[in-house]
Nanobody, 116 residues
Framework: QVRLVESGGGLVQAGGSLRLSCAAS????????MAWYRRAPGKQRELVATITGSGATNYADSVKGRITISRDNAKNTIYLQMNSLKPEDTAVYYC??????????WGQGTQVTVSS
């Protein structure tokens, strides 16, 4: 079993920054992709950013230029550096891991609130 634990969420003013972390532990036998998703109140879950095992990244258009996903393979941790935050970035952010076996795992989520 794989466990994902997010941290780093909180309340920040518009224009501020936050860095989210997601630590993976357990029976990790290979990772295809790790990602950050978010769900804003009253909206569907949205893919924010992905990073492959080789480090290739991809971003939603709404966050390009403001948000950076990165990983530390030695720590089995991925990060989401969020700058120039906007009120519309307010959401619960979830970490996701897609293993080589095709199994998907989710973290419990961390709340990000951006005040105007």
């Amino acid at each position: 079993q794989v466990r994902l634990v997010e941290s780093g969420g909180g309340l920040v003013q518009a224009g501020g920054s936050l860095r989210l972390s997601c630590a993976a532990s357990g029976s990790i036998f290979g990772v295809r992709v790790m990602a950050w998703y978010r769900r804003a109140p009253g909206k569907q879950r949205e893919l924010v950013a992905t990073i492959t095992g080789s480090g290739a990244t991809n971003y939603a258009d709404s966050v390009k230029g403001r948000i950076t996903i990165s990983r530390d393979n030695a720590k089995n941790t991925i990060y989401l550096q969020m700058n120039s935050l906007k009120p519309e970035d307010t959401a619960v952010y979830y970490c996701n891991l897609l293993g080589l076996s095709g199994t998907t795992y989710w973290g419990q989520g961390t709340q990000v609130t951006v005040s105007s």
